[in-house]
């Protein structure tokens, strides 16, 4: 493969037990992600973007927009933002930037036959890419892309520390899974971030971020099971300083291993943690 660039583009101007000691609870708090009415589930939106990338903004906006259900789409969506570090040499360092989310997109980049990872890019349902701030393309290519059931997996948050968060999924992945298995992947995710930028190709601005993934952790791998089987895992997340649970999600997706995704399911953090 031909060795990649860096691009900013511009165009234009565990085991799962149920005591809670933190809380002196036996049982954590079960959720239920809505039911669909349909046999087709969301739609995976993933950003890769930098708070050192000047046109990311806009992007980061496109993003927040989609979200929140501004544009008129068939299908549901879900979000994710990851925030890169390899523009954090540019004078700003990214508080979100994860050398972690580099190499998911340099994952993408190679299963998707690309000679360069560029910010802003998205990624949807880890078949089909853009440039992440052309609002035209970034519709069509989730309005084109294929749908999967969502698994009806339950939630189980508990909270074994002050610092940690741990959640068991337990439910049906509703596709056949062959011998070359497929991973399940939980997101926790956090919006609402705003952040006044003093350095960098975004000096002077106040940054907006929505939807940042701020951990992932794989809950199991499947191999061989019909698509009504349950599964179930357990991950456990350490908590970073100022966590807010009332600004956070956790999304899950099923990943096979050319990171194409084959349904995902969101869930909303109870108040009451």
């Known amino acids: 493969m031909a060795s990649r660039l860096f691009s900013c583009f511009c165009r234009g101007p565990s085991s799962s037990g149920n005591e809670v000691h933190a809380h002196g609870k036996t049982n954590g708090t079960v959720v239920e992600a809505p039911a669909s009415s349909s046999a087709e589930g969301p739609i995976l939106v993933e950003l890769f973007s930098s708070q050192g990338c000047a046109t990311s903004l806009a992007a980061e906006l496109l993003l927040s927009r989609l979200g929140r ?4 789409l068939d299908a549901p969506v879900i979000v994710l933002a990851y925030h890169v570090d390899y523009w954090d040499y540019m ?47 970034f519709l069509s290519t989730i309005a084109s892309a294929p749908r999967f059931p969502a698994p009806t997996f339950q939630a189980n948050f508990q909270r074994p520390t002050s610092e940690s968060l741990q959640v068991t999924l ?29 350095t960098g190709e975004n000096k002077g601005k106040v940054l907006s971020n929505d939807f940042v993934v701020r951990k992932l952790e794989k809950l199991c791998t499947v191999k061989d099971i019909s698509a009504k089987k349950s599964v179930s895992g357990t991950v456990t997340f350490i908590l970073w300083d100022g966590f807010n649970i009332k600004k956070c999600s956790i999304a899950v997706f099923v990943q096979n291993s050319s990171h194409q995704i084959f349904g995902s399911q969101n869930f909303k953090l109870p108040d009451d943690m």
Not at 101 to 122: G, I
Not at 180 to 196: K, P, R, W
């Open 91 to 137: 004078g700003w360092k990214d508080p979100y930037g994860s050398s972690q989310w580099t190499v998911r997109q340099k994952a993408y980049v190679e299963a998707l036959r690309l000679d360069t990872m560029f910010t802003p890019q998205v990624v949807v349902q880890g078949r089909a890419q853009c440039v992440a701030n052309e609002e035209d393309a």
């Open 170 to 198: 337990t439910g049906a992945l509703r596709s056949k899974v062959d011998n070359n298995g497929v991973n399940v992947m939980v997101a926790l995710y956090e919006s609402g971030l705003v952040i006044d930028c003093p």
């Open 69 to 72: 259900g501004d544009f008129q």
